[in-house]
């Protein structure tokens, strides 16, 4: 019985190992679905998957995708998984233990809040008329404005972030612009919890020339503070504009601020960002302007204009009869601020 025994094992020895190390390597189809166990991707799970799979273990021959027979998941090929096989296909087990183990997921780290950036051009009616009331200067942390010049009053320096408040633009005015509620009311759309950051580019009375990059005297200028929003990690999303009662009626105008528009966005790196222009009073002296304001979106990309319909003149503008009264800044100001809202899919 004994020898009959010892003669069993050599037989049983010899098959084994006849079949690991002479056994014929399956072909892999290049288009076979992986399955755990299947070492040779005929889509069945059987002893000639253990006689490749220890093989593997040999390292007499490779399975390409090791992955496929570590079957308990720990990273290793060994006699473990080895036996998990052929537990299964003697049916004591009916799937692996790599098939229930479920990976950590990869944490998903919380994007920083964007600083969304906007420049304010143009020149009077964009620098602001109108004396602003104290309702008007409620702040909102979360919207800031690079500084246009030293205010002594507010504590403001050129050049340097502050929470916005008019005047966003000449100190000595006091006045409220369209930018102020263009941030408010922005602010209440930034899609990430984000911070908006108003960069005011306009000075009173210059034509369209005067901020251009060939001949213009303050086109380096608005470069320098737009280049320091980005500095300070703004991206730039917009620019709002409200130009031409120093240009008035000039067929010239359109083209000029086309190239204006095309330099900025070229030499700031922005793309196409959404530009806006907003109408000339209706009533004012230079109403007829708005005829070439409405021809910029036919040549300008992504542009916009807001209209000026139902605002009025500020009483105190007895000379030029040009400026925007207070409570027409506040609708303009949303005006532009509900196009960009628009323009930019918030």
């Not at 690991?20 to 290049?30: D, R």
């Not at 800031?144 to 000449?170: I, Q, S």
């Not at 319909?309 to 009869?321: A, E, F, H, I, R």
Request: charged share 20%; glycine share 10%.
């Amino acid at each position: 019985m004994k020898a009959f025994g010892f003669k069993g094992f050599l037989l049983v020895l010899t098959f084994i190992l006849t079949a690991v190390f002479f056994t014929p390597l399956a072909s892999i189809p290049a288009t076979a679905s992986p399955l755990y166990g299947d070492a040779n991707y005929d889509g069945v799970i059987n002893s000639s998957d253990a006689t490749l799979m220890m093989r593997h273990i040999l390292d007499v021959s490779r399975v390409s995708d090791e992955s496929i027979i570590d079957l308990n998941g720990d990273g290793y090929v060994n006699s473990n998984d080895y036996s998990l096989l052929n537990r299964y296909i003697l049916e004591i087990i009916s799937e692996f233990p790599v098939e229930n183990s479920k990976p950590e997921p990869t944490p998903t780290a919380t994007p920083e809040p964007e600083f969304h950036v906007f420049l304010l051009l143009g020149q009077s009616n964009m620098a602001g008329y109108p004396k602003a009331l104290p309702e008007d200067k409620v702040k909102d942390e979360r919207v800031l404005v690079l500084g246009f010049d030293d205010n002594p009053a507010t504590g403001r320096r050129k050049d340097e972030w502050d929470v916005a408040c008019p005047p966003l633009h000449d100190s000595w005015n006091n006045a409220l612009g369209p930018g102020d509620y263009f941030g408010k009311t922005m602010i209440e759309h930034v899609p990430d919890g984000g911070t908006i950051g108003l960069v005011p580019c306009a000075i009173s009375g210059e034509r369209i020339e005067t901020f251009m990059k060939s001949g213009g005297s303050k086109y380096d200028w608005i470069i320098h503070r737009a280049r320091i929003a980005q500095q300070s990690g703004g991206v730039i999303k917009g620019i709002i504009f409200h130009q031409g009662e120093s240009n008035n009626g000039d067929p010239s105008w359109p083209h000029k601020v086309k190239t204006l528009v095309e330099d900025l966005r070229k030499d700031l790196g922005i793309g196409g960002v959404p530009f806006i222009a907003g109408e000339l009073l209706y009533s004012g002296n230079c109403a007829g302007h708005n005829t070439l304001v409405n021809q910029l979106p036919s040549i300008i990309s992504n542009c916009y204009v807001v209209s000026a319909n139902g605002l009025v003149v500020d009483p105190s503008d007895t000379t030029w009869n040009l400026h925007f009264s207070r409570d027409s800044q506040v609708i303009l100001g949303k005006r532009y601020a509900e196009k960009m809202i628009e323009a930019l899919g918030w």
